[in-house]
């Protein structure tokens, strides 16, 4: 039996190169597909979600590559929606209230991670070079919280008694569902480097998860939330 191998040109080490990454992450966690218990999104406020790493990058054979990497960022979320019989359990005072609510939401998430992807990479020419792959986050950090007001609750179905939300402080009820959230999160990277200097670029990718950012067993938010986030960057490329 022949077995088939791929041949890299040269000195595995002379060919290997680093790049340093800086980056800003701008999405958040959504479902896929707007729910119709979500009415509208009425605020989107960046955040301060920043990425920085270092890459290792191989050529393998004609124009293709392997890239691996390991980054330290935050991802983050400051928005607000309104709804209509959205599925919520919240803190009012000294009581929990659960039930459908409809009204205004005012909703914070924020995640500190080590993420490590794996990408396969294609080069166009001397300056351009496409990837994608894999890619694991490990949190080190994490929060899902915020409040609800202007709205109403109708405690257990949508004909329960009616508990209203107001705008003041001591009238808004509040949740915070960071206990229930995972620690561990798989998904897709794609994207692009440009090399616009002998040692400087910038970079643009796309990172979907696959997995929701709550537990298996976390129900009080019915839908799956996937964290979606592009990454606008720069690089320098050291080697």
Same mark, same amino acid.
């Given at each position: 039996?022949?077995?088939?191998?791929?041949?890299?040109?040269?000195?595995?080490?002379?060919? *290997?190169? *680093?790049?340093?990454?800086?980056?800003?992450?701008?999405?958040?966690?959504?479902?896929?597909?707007?729910?119709?218990?979500?009415?509208?999104?009425?605020?989107?406020?960046?955040?301060?979600?920043?990425?920085?790493?270092?890459?290792?990058?191989?050529?393998?054979?004609?124009?293709?590559?392997?890239?691996?990497?390991?980054?330290?960022?935050? /991802?983050?979320?400051?928005?607000?929606?309104?709804?209509?019989?959205?599925?919520?359990?919240?803190?009012?005072?000294?009581?929990? *209230?659960?039930?459908?609510?409809?009204?205004?939401?005012?909703?914070?998430?924020?995640?500190?991670?080590?993420?490590?992807?794996?990408?396969?990479?294609?080069?166009?020419?001397?300056?351009?070079?496409?990837?994608?792959?894999?890619?694991?986050?490990?949190?080190?950090?994490?929060?899902?919280?915020?409040?609800?007001?202007?709205?109403? *609750?109708?405690?257990?179905?949508?004909?329960?008694? /009616?508990?209203?939300?107001?705008? /003041?402080?001591?009238?808004?009820?509040?949740?915070?569902?960071?206990?229930?959230?995972?620690?561990?999160?798989?998904?897709?990277?794609?994207?692009?480097?440009?090399?616009?200097?002998?040692?400087?670029?910038?970079?643009?990718?796309?990172?979907?998860?696959?997995?929701?950012?709550?537990?298996?067993?976390?129900?009080?938010?019915?839908?799956?939330?996937?964290?979606?986030?592009?990454?606008?960057?720069?690089?320098?490329?050291? /080697?």
């Amino acid at each position: 039996m022949q077995w088939q191998c791929l041949t890299m040109a040269g000195n595995t080490g002379d060919n *290997l190169a *680093l790049k340093l990454r800086f980056g800003y992450n701008l999405g958040g966690t959504a479902p896929l597909g707007m729910p119709a218990s979500i009415r509208s999104l009425d605020k989107f406020c960046l955040t301060p979600s920043f990425m920085a790493g270092a890459d290792a990058w191989l050529p393998v054979k004609n124009d293709f590559g392997i890239m691996a990497g390991l980054r330290v960022e935050n /991802k983050g979320l400051n928005a607000e929606i309104t709804t209509k019989m959205y599925h919520m359990e919240v803190k009012r005072g000294e009581s929990m *209230l659960e039930g459908m609510y409809t009204g205004r939401v005012r909703q914070r998430v924020r995640e500190w991670m080590i993420t490590i992807p794996v990408e396969a990479t294609y080069s166009l020419g001397d300056k351009v070079m496409l990837k994608a792959g894999p890619y694991m986050s490990v949190l080190l950090d994490k929060s899902f919280e915020g409040y609800v007001y202007d709205g109403y *609750l109708r405690q257990g179905d949508p004909t329960g008694p /009616k508990v209203t939300m107001g705008s /003041k402080d001591d009238e808004r009820a509040t949740y915070d569902f960071s206990d229930d959230m995972r620690s561990l999160h798989f998904g897709i990277a794609a994207g692009v480097d440009w090399q616009i200097g002998q040692r400087i670029g910038v970079s643009a990718d796309l990172n979907w998860g696959l997995n929701g950012i709550f537990k298996k067993d976390f129900k009080t938010v019915e839908q799956t939330l996937y964290p979606i986030y592009g990454t606008i960057g720069v690089f320098y490329r050291i /080697k």
